[in-house]
Structure formats: C-alpha cells, structure tokens
C-alpha cells in the first residue's frame, strides 16, 4: 500500500491539518516541508519498486536514516521524492538494490532481466530485446508496452533522443535508420517495458557508431 506523509525538521505528520497551526503563525516555513511516499509492505512475493523517470546521472540520493532516502532530480523536473520500503530503484538507464548496509554511491546493479541485440545493415540499426538471463532463463514472461528509445550516446545529461516518438513493439524489435539531421555519431537504445508485476523497467543497449 502506498503511504503519503508530510516531513519536516526530521519529523512525519499524516495530515496537512498536523502542521497549519505552526505555518500560520511562522515557526514552520511551508518551503522546507517535504512529501515523503513508502510503500507500507504487504509479504507478497513481489519486489518493491521505486521508478524515476531519468538517467541514473541526474539524480543524487542520500540516506536520511531510518529506512529513508532522498532521492533528488538535480537536472529534470522530478524534484524531490523521499522513499523507504523500497527493495530497488529504478532509472530510466539503470537499476539500484537498496543496501541498508551501504552508502547509495555502492548499492550494487538489480540483475539484469536481459540484453538488447544490435544488428546494423544497409544504412539502418535493428534492436532485438530478450528477456534471459545470463543462463539463458527467461526472466519476463508477458513483457507489456515495449517502447524502444534511440538516443544520442555522446550527448551530456539527459541524452537526447533521435527517436522521441517510439511506438510499442509487437515483437521486441524495432528499426531505425539514422539521418543527417539527427546529428549523432554514435547511438544507443534504451528498452522500457512493464514487467510481470507491472513495473516499469528499462534494459540499456551497448553504444553503437551510425557511420
């Protein structure tokens, strides 16, 4: 179940209610009161999963003790979520285990859920996802919303992307034909999907030149 408080000063209050008396009279400045979301856990097999929708590199994420962690959008405009109950995090280019034990900067990678297959032929890239293990065991069943996302390798933070329009794929492949105007000498594609539990996940491709 999803559960939404209000933080301030290290405290957590439930209601707006909880904290109008000592914003209306200015001990509390309403800037510095935070929306802090967790999932209160229900032991039901499934993995508890929080999602950002930018680049790993755009975010900073910080232990505020307790079992919460600020994760901050330092360059879009996600802003500030403050998570606990979570198992892993989820970007749009990586995946993240949460480690109580560890500093966020050395949580270890989620274990992939696949690899994307480059195959480049008479001017055009297609891109194969498949949902295997690095033993060969399938590790999503009923992929849904298969979108494939071509974008600028060597651009900064956030890359661009040179197919900002992708349509789902049918058949977990998809082509595309780089253009002069796309102005990119190297590529990569970024696969999202929602997995079995419904969660929205991401495989990045290895960089690939276009000439």
């Not at 003790?65 to 970007?91: A, H, I, K, S, T």
């Not at 253009?179 to 990569?188: E, K, L, V």
Request: glycine share 6%; with cysteine; hydrophobic share 40%.
């Amino acid at each position: 179940m999803l559960r939404v408080q209000l933080t301030h000063d290290g405290n957590f209050y439930n209601s707006a209610a909880d904290l109008s008396a000592a914003v209306f009279d200015g001990s509390i400045n309403p800037g510095e009161i935070d929306v802090v979301r967790d999932i209160v856990i229900e032991d039901d097999g499934s993995t508890d999963t929080a999602v950002f929708a930018q680049a790993l590199a755009d975010y900073s994420i910080a232990n505020l003790g307790d079992g919460y962690y600020q994760v901050q959008d330092n360059v879009g405009d996600d802003g500030l979520d403050v998570v606990r109950n979570m198992e892993e995090l989820q970007f749009a280019d990586a995946c993240l285990i949460v480690d109580a034990a560890e500093d966020p900067t050395a949580w270890a990678a989620c274990a992939p859920l696949g690899v994307v297959e480059i195959a480049a032929k008479a001017g055009s890239v297609t891109a194969t996802v498949i949902f295997e293990d690095e033993n060969g065991e399938q590790t999503v069943a009923n992929p849904e919303s298969v979108r494939f996302n071509w974008q600028d390798a060597e651009a900064l933070a956030p890359s661009p992307s040179v197919d900002s329009m992708p349509e789902p794929s049918a058949d977990n492949t998809d082509t595309f034909t780089p253009s002069d105007g796309d102005g990119a000498s190297t590529i990569r594609v970024v696969v999202t999907f929602e997995d079995d539990e419904g969660v929205l996940r991401s495989i990045t491709s290895e960089v690939l030149p276009t000439d």
